[in-house]
């Protein structure tokens, strides 16, 4: 109450300050207006609680604060503050447990209690108004003072009320309104609402009159929550977090042993925490020794290395059909057009590169955001959130645990229809906490490893994300050993209060620290994961990837028995996949393997299938083992056999050639039915028209314009050694053209063509163009010139040149341009003077100068 003697001059306030305290106290008085026309004519407990904590409860401690800073009589109202802290302290400090009788019987009374405290709460309305009244009249000249008594006793009173409002929440709805009237009830309390108070008025003047308009203002001032919360409590940063018990396992074991649960439910939860322990314990074993182990590493990508050298590009497993390198074929990543029939898992590696590297050459900077780097930090964050839900419940679970009261035995009491810990012993603290930290270890071990695991195990994009779901699951199976507990277990767990904990008072700028810790864990957590483990990653598959499809990949080479190495480019003719499709060696292939698909056609005078596939009749399977290893002479001079000839037209002989060539022809829109339709093709580059019509052509034929006659441009090798070959030879004048003439001939001019085009297609590499160059500097780098413009001085020239360029001699005269690589018909034949044919002095016979290709004509 105030202090004996009245108020001292230096407790009075100042006009300005009571009209706001009066304002103030007027709006306080609206609010117990609205309380008593919505909630007190209910009798319901709940209601009348939410009322009073939404509406009357945190608008009077907002006013207060005000009060308090305009009214100089702190100390006093502190002083009865701390008063009633202390005894209602005192009391708690007594913890007894009610019977169920007892708590029906509170029950029961709370409502009479309530309406104890209405009527009260109508008198210190009439005493607001009152005070509103004085204020009214010193506000019109009237000098009478306030009794600052009275304004200290209400305040006091509102918050002592304010306290035991907020104290309502903590202990349950059931003790809410007897708290209230004990307060109102004690003979401090009495005092001071008989100082505020005076005496309680008639029936009918119990309540003030409001306008209808106000009482609408009233009425829309209820749902006013600005400033407060979603149910109109304010909004208090540093108000307490509640920690409520899980369902897992680890929860749990809080009652093992309690009065709550028998023996043999606490021995059963007891077993499953320690196989959920065991369980843990294992899975961090096997993801730390097992799992979250380096990928890639160096011997491993040394290995791919190592493939590529010794079989990646080895002819042994080069494809004839689409012509390409076993390297390529893994590397195009494109199995229905070029089948890889080995090496599977270096072209399952070769597929998780590509999908998981950005591909910045054709999606540009988007390709960074659709990797599996990118991939990998979701699952990374993912997986880190999931633990910190984790984290973040344990450190709450710690901070309740500690702010719970220790007594020598944990009390669990029954509150409404569930129950409450109230307090917890010394012994069951130390242990909680101790499997807190138990389980808050486990979490960060597995988090550290989930995150290696998820970098590592992997680089497939949907294993990066099942793997941290993986995680997950394994993380809660503390959730999946509570459901083997018992159902009063469940029970318990299912209906117990959440435990308060203390206030979140350590902030940053109004941010909790704990928030800005597990902030900086994430962001931390992955920059650190990211430097360590994904970006090395990155680099090392970089190189793997290097390793099997870097730099050319397009040839192919061999090893003699000396071990030198001989190489090719695997598409030298640089055929399409459309044009290689084309051609009639895939039909013919297909037609094995679908018999039924060979037409019948006119052969002679039969009609018999015309498969493309030709046979070895009655020889097995060893010349077709042979004939994959057939260099071009080899093949040319094996078609000449299976036709039973000597340089003829294997064309007319052989069905499945005839078709071939007929297919292959169709394709370039040109109708072919006998070797006359081939002759206009004879001199192309390409050699099927010789291969399929070499008497045709002209392979035996010296004097002819075919320059391309040697086995490897499809003449057979026997055609130069045939009777008519010699024949010819030896009857051809023995006369040499000067250049002058030779360069207006045509058939000199047809040969110039042949040579300069063969030599172009033979020096077409890259690594060649200088030599080629050099080679026909003579012609402006243009070989068909050069040889069109020099004629047979060409003979000395090459040899020149070549000693030049090349670094050894080579003589055209027996048709040698570049040794093996390019053979053409010898010069002697249109150059004898050139070639030391006439005038040798050897008195050679004619057959002696046919058989060094000269003409038989030629004097000695």
Known sequence: GAPVGGPQP??????????????????????????????????????????????FELKIAAVFDEIQKKVEQQGRIVEAVEAFADQKKAKDAEPREESAAATISRENTSSASMDNLAKRLHRIEEALSMHKGMAAKQSHGEAQEPDLQIVDSLS????????????????????????IEEVLSSPRSQQDVRLAVP???????????????????????????????EEGHRADPSASQTWSFQESIWDCSFFIFHPVLGWGESIHVLMLLLLNILTMAIFLAIVYVALAQENYTDAEIEGYKVWRRNIGQHVKYYDKLTFTALSERICLQDTVNYPVEMSDSKASDIGLFQAYLPDFEN??????????????????????????????????????????????????LKAGEGFKVESVSRSRFVFFEILLVCRFTICCTLWYGGCVYIAQYSIALGDILLNSVALAVVLGIDANFYQLVSARMKNLISNIEPVP??????????????????????????????????????????????????????????????????????????????????????????????????PNVKWYDSVVPAGIAMEFLGQGVSPVQRVSIFNQKEATDNLQDMAGTICGDAFTLVIGLNRYVHDTFVERGITVNSCNDLLPYCTELEPLARVACSKTCGCDDPSGRLM?????????????????????????????????????????????????TKLTQVLTHPRYQDE????????????????????????????????????????????????SELKTRPFSIFCPETCGCKGSGKNETADALVARYCPGTCPP
């Open 363 to 412: 999606q540009g900077f988007l390709a960074i955001f659709i990797s599996g780097p990118m991939l990998c930090l979701v699952s990374l964050m993912a997986w880190s959130l999931t633990v910190m839900q984790y984290v973040h419940s344990i450190l709450r679970g710690a901070s309740a645990m500690w702010y719970l009261p220790k007594t020598s035995r944990t009390r669990v």
């Open 10 to 55: 230096s407790d009075r306030l100042t006009t300005e300050g009571l009209k706001l305290c009066i304002n103030r106290l007027t709006e306080i008085s609206k609010h117990l207006q609205i309380l008593d026309t919505a909630c007190l004519k209910n009798s319901d407990l709940e209601t009348f609680e939410t009322k009073i904590t939404n509406n």
């Open 501 to 598: 904990g203390p206030r979140n008072r350590c902030k940053l700028s109004g941010v909790d620290l704990k928030a800005i810790l597990l902030f900086v864990w994430l962001i931390g957590g992955l920059f650190w994961i990211m430097m360590q483990e994904v970006l090395p990653l990155m680099g090392r598959i970089s190189k793997a990837q290097t390793h099997l499809c870097g730099g050319n990949s397009s040839f192919v080479y061999s090893l003699d028995p000396f071990y030198l190495v001989y190489s090719s480019d695997s598409n030298p003719w640089n055929k399409t996949l459309a044009e290689l499709m084309d051609f009639p060696h895939i039909e013919a292939i297909e037609e094995l393997i679908y018999p039924d698909s060979v």
């Open 156 to 179: 006091t009173r509102l918050s002592s009320m304010e306290r035991d409002l907020r104290a309502s929440k903590r202990q349950g709805t059931t003790r809410t309104a007897g708290s």
């Open 772 to 819: 080629m160059r050099n080679l026909c500097k003579h012609g402006n780098s243009d070989c068909t010139l050069m040889f069109q413009t020099m004629g047979c001085s060409v003979v000395e020239y090459w040899k020149e040149i070549t000693q030049e360029v090349v670094g050894s001699p080579h003589n055209l005269c027996t048709g040698d341009f570049l040794g």
């Open 199 to 229: 005496p309680e008025p008639q029936k009918e003047d119990s309540k003030p009159n409001f306008a209808e308009k106000d009482v609408d203002d009233l009425k829309s001032l209820e749902n006013d929550t600005l400033g407060y919360g």
């Open 708 to 756: 391309l006659a040697g086995p490897v441009d499809g003449c057979p090798s026997s055609c130069m050694s045939t009777v008519y070959h010699k024949a010819v030879l030896k009857n051809m004048p023995c006369t040499e053209k000067p250049p002058s003439e030779m360069q207006s001939d045509v058939a000199w001019a047809d040969r110039a063509r042949q040579m300069g």
